[in-house]
Every structure is written in C-alpha cells, then in structure tokens.
C-alpha cells in the first residue's frame, strides 16, 4: 500500500507525521519527495548506501547538419530553443526533456546529452528502508527527480511518500498513484483555505483521504466543520506543545517524545488499511 | 521602484505573516501574492477585487476519435506516460506537440487550457495582485512572472517605490520565477533542523541570482542554539540578519482575526516585525 502524506500549506507538519508513521509501522519503504526541501532525513536518520545522478536529456546541435531552419525553435512550446543566423541557443533549464526537437529536425543535426540536475539517495535506517531526493540548486523542475525516485517503490511494502507542499505539478506527481493521502493541516484560515485546495484536487485525481489537525488547540473550529460538512475523516488530532516542537526543532521525531503516539500512528495505520479495502 | 520578495525554503515560517505586516508599515507600495498554488495573503488584506482575468499558460493534447487509427505512435513517442489507451491523461500531459507532429492522421490537437486567474484588487494598504492556480494545473512559474509583470506596468504608471512580494516555499521554478531580478530577498527562517538545512538551500539560490539577501528568525525563542548557530552561519556568508521574532500565540489570534499582526497587537513581536521593515527600508536608501 502507499500512502502519501501532502499539505496545500507549507510547514503543517507533513514531515513530522510522514516519519513519524514510518518509525512506528518501522518495516516501510520511506520515500522523501520534497526534492527542493528534503528534511526527512534529518528525523530517521538514515545511513545513506548509495547516492546517483538523476539526469535528464537535454538537445544539442551538430553544426555540421544544420542549417539554421528554426523548425525546432518554432516547435519548442518552452522557449528552450533560439536559432540564429550561425548559432542555435539552447536554454537547458527551460527544456522539458520531450525530445521533440530532434524529431522534428529535417536535417537530423540535434542528439541529446545527459545533464545532471539532482541526485538520490537511498540507505537504511533499522528496517526503513530510506530514500530521498536532492535537486540541485537553479534548477527549475523537481518532477524529473520525482518521478526517478518513484521507480524504486516497492509494491510489497508499506510506502510512506512524504509529499512537497502546494497543489502544483511536484505534489501531484509525488502523490500520483497512491492508494491513500494523509492531509496534514493546521486549524486557522490559511490551513483551510489551503486544505481546500488539496481536496479538490484529490478529488480530481480520485485519490482516497483524510485529514490530520495539528496544532488542533491553536485555532478555531473550521477546519473541523469544513472536514464534517465534506464527509472526510478526521484521522488524528495533535495538540500544540512546546515539548513537541522543541524535539522537532532537535531534529527528534514526535514518537521519540511521546512514545505513547506510537499506538496512535499503528491505530491510524489500520483505519487507512480498512478505508482503502473497503471499495477494493 | 525596487522589488522585495519574501521567501523561505521551507514552508510554514511565517511569510505571509511578515508580508502582511509589512503591506501594513510600507508606504506607497504595490503588493503580490506569488505563491500561486496555496496564495493566502488575500485572506488578511480584505481585497476588493476590481478585475479577474483567466489566464491560459499551459496547451494539452486532444485526440479526436473519429479521426484515430489507434496506431499508437503517439503513445510510444510520449516522453511524459501521458497517453494510454488512445487517451490523454490531462493531469500528465505538458503540452510539448510531440504527439500532434507525429500523429499520421493529424488526429491530435494542442488546446490552450485555463491554468489560472490574476486577480486585480484594491485593499485599505493599497494595490494588490495575487493569483490562484488551478487544482492540478502545471506552469506556477509563467503565472507568478504575469503577476510580477502587472504589478511592474503599475507601478510604473504610478510611481510606487515598492513592489512588496509574497512568495512560495521550496527553491524551483515559483520560488525562481518570484526572485529572478528582484532588488532584495528576505528569508523568513525557523530555528530548527529543518529550517536551518533549508535556510542554506534557498540561500544559495539568491546568491546564484544576484538578489541582495536578508535573514529573520521566527520564533527565534523555540531553539536559543539553533538560532545562534543560524545567526554565526549568516555572519560567516556575509547575510545580514534583519531581526529575530519571538514565539507568540498571538501571530495565530491576529489570522484568526484576518489582520496583519501589526494591526493587530502593540508587543514584543511587532515591535521587532517594525524593527526589521526598518532594517529593509534602510538598506534601500
């Protein structure tokens, strides 16, 4: 089963419950896809085995084929290609990596090359088996570390997919394909308003949810309304406590605090075990 | 007219709080919300909206059916998984026109789809543009640069000597769409792990594009070694460090109010939030 834990709203705490359930339910497959702003490492500690290059194709000219027609400028949707008179200027960090350039070229002058634009790592924390992400700084898009990192889940295992924040490109392709979605949100009107927006689309995406409040004394009760009126389980509520975001400042999982959340994260395991049964 | 955009790596430290705040104390101003995919700034300036507009930055595929042989060249040309069974799924395709060149029957179309709204405001701190993206829709960048893009024609018409910007978490391509020749960054930091690994992210990427950087620390009180380690790390990159806020239930009471802290409270946070728009008022001069 995978599970992935999002947020519209940054710095809700998606981490903090992403690593939290995988130290509690311990045999999982942890995977750390906020490639721009990894931190989960920092709280399962893992000791890292293996590191690669995620590279993605990038077009480059053969000036002794071409002959300055501008056909794959004129295709390029991304403005990643400009031709010139005796030059062809190729914007690599605006290339979506679609390889239409070169099949369009009449005079066969583009290949492609590999560039580097993050990397993974993969280790092991006890039975969690980690991985993580790391784009390199400049680089525009996360999706192509994203979508490597997903090669390497294990149906068999409980994954845990701890998800960037937002609702754009990265956090769908981070939790696409997941058979549950934790939304970890906060109870004041920029949790709701962003918990909003990652329901809907959830909805689109027919992805199967439910809701965890932290801070749940720091606010108001609309969150909690909200998540009535729209028929979406609450799964978990945790308090606001000093203790809890000391540890977190630590770099200290909430479980190694509060031992007693360790029940509550198998708990909440099984209520998303039997959510996602219930219609096959 | 300079550019101050506030931004944080990680999310949840406190930029809309501090841009708020600081639509609050500036004078003659221009404000944005550029984090399009979750923009709340809205929900504390009580805007009054005087123009919406679609915008329409992203192109889909579409086959149409009764023109399809169900050869499936398109299928083994696209780079993106975005077609299977003869159909294109929406949420993974980027547009690129591969499958419409190779298509042998000229069954498959680019459409242009609507990926989000601008939104044009009034509010009591002055002009306001912010943006609202569409679930599951891609391209945040091309719709943070159309906000930055309007609110720079304004204020040219205008006069205002400041574009105050609100910015997304993380460090691609809406984070570099929002600080791309800006004059000043602001990186709103928590003292944590977390915050700190973060902190020395995004801070490499307003170095690698120029932008004249400043540090604050939010709820510098939660972790006095963090927050020291954070502060001699600044010192050490030549980063100046704007001030240091402490923690305060009353930053979520004045949310929950909708109104910017400063309007909000006289304390010990906003003085130091006044102490730092200070700070950043300064170095502009």
């Not at chain 1, 000219?61 to 071409?66: A, E, H, L, N, W």
Request: proline share 4%; net charge negative.
């Amino acid at each position: 089963m995978i599970i992935s834990i999002a947020s519209g709203k940054g710095g809700t705490g998606k981490t903090t419950i992403a690593t939290s359930l995988a130290l509690s339910l311990k045999d999982v497959q942890f995977i750390d896809s906020d490639v721009e702003e990894p931190n989960a490492h920092i709280f399962i500690k893992p000791i890292i085995e293996s590191v690669e290059e995620v590279n993605v194709l990038i077009p480059e000219v053969d000036y002794q084929s071409c002959d300055f027609c501008g056909e794959c400028a004129n295709f390029c949707q991304f403005n990643a290609i400009a031709v010139f008179k005796e030059q062809v200027l190729i914007f690599s960090e605006l290339c979506h990596n679609c390889g239409g350039c070169e099949i369009v070229c009449p005079n066969d002058a583009i290949s492609e090359y590999e560039k580097s634009i993050g990397k993974i790592e993969r280790g092991k924390a006890d039975e969690i088996e980690f991985l993580h992400g790391v784009l390199d700084i400049a680089q525009l898009s996360a999706v192509p570390v994203i979508k490597r990192l997903k090669n390497y889940i294990q149906e068999d295992k409980t994954v845990i997919i701890d998800s960037p924040p937002g609702t754009s490109c990265t956090m769908i392709e981070s939790i696409e394909g997941s058979d549950y979605c934790i939304l970890v949100t906060e109870p004041t009107p920029f949790g709701l308003n962003d918990l909003n927006l990652a329901v809907s689309v959830l909805k689109k995406m027919n992805i199967k949810h439910g809701v965890v409040i932290n801070q749940s004394d720091l606010g108001d009760k609309r969150v909690g309304e909200y998540c009535r009126d729209n028929r979406i389980d609450i799964l978990m509520e945790i308090p606001f406590m000093r203790e809890i975001a000391e540890a977190y400042s630590r770099g200290e999982s909430l479980i190694s605090v509060m031992p007693e959340y360790e029940a509550r994260f198998r708990k909440m395991y099984k209520v998303i075990e039997d959510k996602t049964k219930v219609h096959g | 007219m300079k550019e101050l955009v506030i931004i944080s790596g990680k999310g949840g430290t406190g930029k809309t709080t501090l841009t708020a705040s600081f639509a609050a104390l500036a004078e003659n101003k221009i404000i944005c919300d550029c984090d399009v995919d979750a923009a709340n700034l809205f929900l504390l300036l009580d805007p009054k909206v005087k123009k919406e507009e679609e915008i329409f930055t992203q192109k889909i595929a579409y086959i149409d059916e009764d023109k399809c042989t169900k050869c499936g060249i398109c299928e083994e040309n696209c780079r993106f998984n975005a077609i299977s069974n003869f159909k294109v799924e929406e949420i993974k395709c980027e547009g690129c026109g591969v499958c419409e060149f190779v298509c042998p029957e000229e069954a498959i179309l680019l459409k242009d789809v609507a990926t989000g709204r601008i939104i044009t405001a009034d509010t009591r701190y002055g002009p306001f543009f912010y943006g609202i993206l569409y679930a599951g829709a891609g391209t945040t960048g091309k719709l943070v640069t159309e906000i930055r893009r309007k609110a720079f024609n304004l204020s040219a018409e205008e006069n205002n000597d400041l574009i105050i910007i609100d910015g997304s978490p993380g460090i691609g391509c809406p984070v570099i769409a929002s600080i791309t020749g800006s004059d000043v960054a602001l990186i709103v930091t928590e003292p944590t792990l977390s915050g700190e690994h973060d902190l020395g992210r995004i801070a490499k990427l307003t170095k690698h594009f120029n932008v004249k950087t400043f540090v604050c620390i939010n709820k510098f009180d939660i972790n006095p070694e963090v927050t020291e380690r954070i502060e001699n790390w600044c010192v050490n990159e030549d980063i100046i460090i704007a001030g240091k806020i402490p923690y305060d239930p009353i930053v979520t009471q004045a949310m929950l109010k909708a109104k910017p802290v400063v309007d909000f409270v006289d304390n010990k946070v906003t003085d130091e939030i006044k102490k730092i728009w200070e700070v950043l008022l300064n170095q502009e001069k």
